[in-house]
């Protein structure tokens, strides 16, 4: 019987895989414009280190983590997420101490849960996120805020929609807090056995169940916006200000809370407005989450940052009919006629490769026409043809691919020809 891939999961084939590069590369080069670093941490963190960070009233942490005990008997998981194990990294290492701050850090990566899979939504995904960690001023809110959306732009998505809400510091969530527990108690038996638990825990989290969503007092429920203190709103004013100064559309919906327990002031989504797109249309989320690094044993620092998978950004790329130029073709393809021509190419393909050039041969024995077929496919741009008489001579044939064009070439300054060639 044959093993199949685990669900949830998916293999990233040739083909594909050279979208994903194109993809991650865009986000590294614009990760060099915004300063930020690339930070690599590990798959799998002690467990405690989730539910302090991602919270323990989250459905991550309850439902969806990969748990398991090493053969230590410690609890580790598979990371969920990227924030914590950042955070974590941030303290461990006395980043606080770092000369240049804020520390600004990205990472790109495998982050696993156990969700019920369906379109966009996996049990393995690749997150790519950025973290800029010691300021709170809100300008690097909309940095962060506008990077994400520079990603995007520049891959060619144009049907975006950006979605901002504050939930405000500590004091005005606990005023929102306060107004929650009383609208929903009253009624509290109406609802699923998770937001009669959230209630006293953190009944903001109601407002983001997905069972209860109909209900009507979820309509009525306060918002956090009638909540934030003069501080609060001043700050969220301050990021909406300068959202406005780069020319960055927004919409601001006082219902958005997060999945994740860790934030308060900026909180941020962006979604998928293209026709056809799943029922899922989250493409990235983020925020503020000043308080997490002292949770997590460092100095009171705020942060903030946010993330997004690749597999949504690629499902959001064929929703709009964008195309990654993804193929590009070799420089040279060495075909050979006759046995001694055959077994001199594979010198000469190791030096044109050490040269820098693309080149390819053929390793199957075909005849030169299936050579010629073997070089179209691999949209060679020259292809290089030597038979038994012509090494004899010491020569080689270069045809172009383009037009055709065709030049004899002595065969000791082929690669040097190629070099000029290739400019
Ligand atoms: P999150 O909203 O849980 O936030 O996830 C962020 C993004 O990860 C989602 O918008 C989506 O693109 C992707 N994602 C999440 N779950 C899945 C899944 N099962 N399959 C495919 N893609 C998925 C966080 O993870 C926060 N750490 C973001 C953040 C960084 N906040 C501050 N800094």
Redesign the pocket.
């Known amino acids: 019987m044959s093993i199949n891939i685990p669900r949830g999961t998916k293999d990233i084939l040739p083909g594909e895989s050279e979208r994903w590069q194109y993809i991650e590369n865009k986000a590294r080069d614009i990760c060099r414009n915004y300063q930020y670093k690339e930070i690599r941490t590990p798959i799998f963190e002690h467990t405690e280190l989730f539910q302090r960070g991602v919270g323990d009233t989250t459905d991550i942490v309850q439902k969806e983590m990969y748990t398991f005990e090493d053969r230590g008997g410690r609890s580790l998981t598979l990371r969920p ?3 914590a194990s950042t955070v974590r990294s941030y303290v461990e290492n006395k980043m606080f101490g770092y000369p240049s701050q804020p520390v600004k850090l990205y990472y790109m990566g495998p982050m696993f ?1 156990y ?1 019920r899979p369906q379109a ?3 049990r393995q ?1 690749v ?1 790519f ?1 950025v ?1 800029a960690l010691g300021s709170k001023d809100p300008a690097i809110d909309a940095e962060v805020i506008s990077m994400a959306m520079e990603i995007y732009r520049e891959l060619g998505l144009k049907s975006l929609k950006l979605v901002i809400n504050s939930l405000g510091d500590k004091e005005s969530r606990k005023a929102h807090r306060e107004a929650l527990i009383a609208h929903f108690q009253p009624r509290i038996g109406e609802f699923c056995h998770d937001c009669q638990s959230r209630l006293e825990k953190n009944p903001m989290r109601i407002l983001d169940c997905k069972k209860d969503r109909e209900h009507e007092l979820m309509k009525t429920a306060p918002d956090i916006t009638g909540y934030l203190n003069e501080e609060s709103a001043d700050y969220f004013a301050k990021v909406k200000q300068y959202l406005t100064a780069m020319d960055i559309e927004f919409i601001v919906d006082p219902n958005l809370v ?3 327990d860790y934030y308060n002031h900026t909180a941020f ?1 962006i979604m998928s407005s293209a026709e056809g797109f799943g029922a899922i249309t ?6 503020r ?1 000043n308080g997490l690094v002292e949770e997590i044993g460092g100095p009171e620092t705020p942060g ?6 690749i ?2 950004l690629l499902a959001a790329l064929d929703a709009e009919g964008v195309a990654i130029q993804n193929e590009e073709g070799i420089d040279c393809y060495l075909a050979a006629l006759g046995e001694k021509a055959g077994e001199y190419t594979v010198g000469l393909l190791h030096e044109l490769r050490q040269a820098g050039i693309s080149a390819e041969r053929d390793y199957l024995g075909r005849k030169v026409k299936a050579q010629f077929k073997a070089a179209d496919r691999l949209k060679a741009k020259y292809v290089a043809v030597l038979g038994d008489d012509e090494l004899e001579a010491n020569t080689i044939t270069l045809k172009s691919m383009a037009d055709g064009g065709q030049t004899e070439v002595p065969l000791d300054d082929f690669i040097e020809t190629f070099r000029k060639i290739k400019g």
């Open positions: 997420e990227g924030t849960r969700e966009g939504r996996f995904f997150q996120g973290e997060r999945g994740l989504e989250t493409l990235c989320g983020g925020g989450y903030i940052g946010f993330a997004f998978s597999e949504r």
